[in-house]
């Protein structure tokens, strides 16, 4: 059973584990997780998490991370925005995750988002935009399976075609 869990002191050893998997398998960033991956330790880290539910550091907006466990085993994480400023609205949006790369392509993905809308509705969030990569096929059919609706692509500076879908919650 999969489950969404606030990040806590007792999960360093499974958060640290969940990170180097993507270092080992030369990923060096991690969604959803508001940079645990640039973090030199679990403490500060988890204190700048726990911060961001509250505070609005300037050009960022409130959220909140979660770790997607099944069992004792970190699967994911993802990250829930409580509102959106002008960078998310047309890149990042309310929600983004990541799937440990040994645990993809087996529908997790899809079950965190589920899950994720259930806090997004929680925090009075009528609807939600969820963004991937055009070339990113898991992640738009991960929005499509929730009830995802693209609304549009848009070109980046860099060329990168960016998919918008939105979900009425």
């Not at 911060?51 to 970190?74: C, H, N, R």
């Not at 963004?131 to 060329?159: H, L, R, Y």
Request: proline share 2%.
């Amino acid at each position: 059973m999969l489950y969404l869990i606030f990040p806590a002191p007792e999960h360093k050893q499974a958060a640290w584990d969940y990170r180097q998997e993507y270092f080992d398998c030369g990923e060096t960033h991690i969604h959803g997780s508001a940079g645990i991956s640039r973090s030199d330790d679990y403490e500060s880290w988890l204190a700048k998490i726990i911060e961001a539910q509250t505070v609005v550091q300037p050009g960022l907006v409130t959220g909140s991370i979660y770790f997607a466990f099944a069992e004792d085993k970190i699967i994911g994480t993802i990250a829930v925005r409580h509102a959106l400023n002008d960078s998310l609205i047309n890149s990042g949006g309310h929600i983004g995750y990541s799937v440990r790369p040994s645990e993809r392509r087996k529908g997790y993905g899809t079950k965190m988002l589920a899950l994720a809308l259930e806090k997004a509705r929680g925090l009075g969030l009528d609807k939600v935009l969820i963004t991937c990569d055009k070339d990113n096929i898991a992640s738009a059919k991960t929005a499509v399976k929730n009830g995802g609706i693209m609304e549009n692509e848009i070109a980046e500076e860099t060329g990168n075609i960016l998919q918008r879908y939105w979900i009425t919650l």
